[in-house]
């Protein structure tokens, strides 16, 4: 899941980006709502959910938002504010925010709000992704395998291996190029070397083949990689 952080106070931005980077969600910080345009505005940029601040340099959390909504998009938002007036509230709901946190709040509170706006949406449904024995649990964000005697074994993968494993069963059967799955899995700003996707995914081929547990990760030579569900070998 990717999502795009809109926030120009640095140590609220730093501790967001860094809840959410522990939850292991994808996340493109920018400080200013012009910035966030021209992110959203890029084709190659798929963003699952966005986080505004109200008042931001350039071009306005609220004005962002109805800019992103009169372009026909769904992207689920959540709204931060120092406004606590009701009409503040109102005016965010109806320019088109799904959900409206004030400051100061907890990070518990902002990162339940992700999980319930992440349920709510239909582009991030199923909640539960299957692929053999394997199943990924979005609410929690933990894989785990059912055992032969029907007991749940969790899977410990590090947040690159399943924001991989994730982006895959979410993309069954198609094939991915290196560049789509650099453009979901990186930060903008990460600049991940050449042979980075090709890496992680050995990795997590090892990872899940050393408990028994492979998955059809197929390499497509000159495009990219398929997740072949008719190929299963997980099972």
């Not at 109806?94 to 990070?107: E, I, T």
């Not at 199923?126 to 024995?133: A, K, R």
């Amino acid at each position: 899941m990717k999502v795009l952080l809109v926030e120009d106070e640095p140590d609220l931005g730093a501790a967001i980006k860094r809840a959410l980077s522990l939850e292991k969600y994808v996340v493109d910080w920018v400080v200013d709502g012009t910035e966030a345009w021209g992110y959203l505005e890029n084709q190659e940029m798929q963003y699952t959910l966005a986080i505004f601040d109200w008042l931001l340099p350039e071009l306005s959390g609220l004005e962002l938002l109805r800019r992103l909504r009169a372009n026909k998009s769904s992207l689920p938002v959540l709204m931060l504010t120092a406004k606590d007036r009701l009409e503040d509230r109102v005016a965010g709901l109806d320019a088109g925010a799904d959900d409206y946190l004030v400051k100061p709040f907890r990070m518990a509170e902002l990162l339940a709000r992700v999980r319930a706006l992440q349920r709510r949406s239909p582009q991030l449904q199923p909640q539960q992704l299957q692929v053999g024995s394997l199943t990924l649990d979005c609410g929690t964000r933990t894989v785990y395998r059912v055992a032969a005697k029907g007991e749940k074994q969790e899977v410990p993968l590090t947040n690159k291996e399943y924001q991989l494993l994730e982006y895959f069963m979410r993309h069954p059967n198609q094939v991915v190029t290196s560049d789509q799955i650099r453009n979901q899995l990186w930060e903008v700003s990460a600049e991940p070397l050449s042979n980075v996707v090709a890496a992680q995914i050995r990795l997590l081929r090892r990872k899940l083949e050393s408990i028994g547990c492979a998955i059809p990760i197929e390499t497509v030579h000159g495009i990219g990689y398929r997740l072949n569900l008719s190929n299963d070998a997980s099972k």
